[in-house]
């Protein structure tokens, strides 16, 4: 589309003719994310073009139809993108100190793989139900569809492995 094209739709719209506005609203978003593509970082551009298609909307009465259209949706842009760099600008920033806690996940770790060490230690069918109810917290009935046991078997599976797990923790084996 031309800056005429753009020039006689605006003409249109503030007549009235929403149709035109709609497609004219589509055709500038559309220049616009080109337009900010090239100026700003990807995760504004979205952002940018929506206040600048609100502003349009906002200020549609001002635009004078005896001038060109393109000089008047470049100065809004540009407006925008200046508001948007002196944002980013006095944006504050922190700092991070060298020494930036971060947790230790080594207990943790060392925990689930003595979790599973204990687990293989136990038959697959009581090891399973017990990831699936205790760890992952399905129901017995959703555990028992899962794994084709009955109710009464998971139960049973989970009691035993349960007692068996503790065993092993404590030294002992069954």
Same mark, same amino acid.
């Given at each position: 589309? #031309?800056? *005429?094209?753009?020039?006689?739709?605006?003409?249109?719209?503030?007549?009235?003719?929403?149709?035109?506005?709609? @497609?004219?609203?589509?055709?500038?978003?559309?220049?616009?994310?080109?337009?900010?593509?090239?100026?700003?970082?990807?995760?504004?551009v979205d952002d940018t073009v929506q206040e600048v298609l609100l502003a349009i909307h906002e200020k549609r009465h001002t635009y004078d139809p005896k001038q060109a259209f393109g000089p008047w949706l470049a100065a809004i842009a540009r407006y925008k993108w200046v508001d948007r760099i002196r944002a980013m600008k006095a944006a504050t920033m922190e700092e991070i100190s060298e020494a930036f806690p971060a947790d230790d996940h080594t207990e943790k770790m060392q925990t689930a793989r003595s979790l599973e060490v204990l687990l293989s230690r136990l038959k697959p069918p009581q090891a399973e139900v017990?990831?699936?109810?205790?760890?992952?917290?399905?129901?017995?009935?959703? *555990?028992? #569809?899962?794994?084709? @046991? #009955?109710?009464?078997?998971?139960?049973?599976?989970?009691?035993?492995?349960?007692a068996k797990l503790s065993a092993l923790a404590q030294g002992g084996d069954q």
């Amino acid at each position: 589309m #031309t800056d *005429a094209d753009w020039r006689a739709m605006m003409i249109a719209a503030q007549s009235g003719n929403a149709v035109l506005y709609r @497609q004219l609203l589509g055709e500038l978003g559309a220049w616009l994310r080109r337009y900010y593509a090239r100026r700003l970082p990807p995760v504004m551009v979205d952002d940018t073009v929506q206040e600048v298609l609100l502003a349009i909307h906002e200020k549609r009465h001002t635009y004078d139809p005896k001038q060109a259209f393109g000089p008047w949706l470049a100065a809004i842009a540009r407006y925008k993108w200046v508001d948007r760099i002196r944002a980013m600008k006095a944006a504050t920033m922190e700092e991070i100190s060298e020494a930036f806690p971060a947790d230790d996940h080594t207990e943790k770790m060392q925990t689930a793989r003595s979790l599973e060490v204990l687990l293989s230690r136990l038959k697959p069918p009581q090891a399973e139900v017990i990831r699936l109810v205790k760890l992952q917290g399905l129901s017995i009935e959703e *555990a028992a #569809t899962r794994t084709g @046991q #009955t109710i009464a078997l998971v139960k049973v599976n989970i009691h035993r492995g349960i007692a068996k797990l503790s065993a092993l923790a404590q030294g002992g084996d069954q």
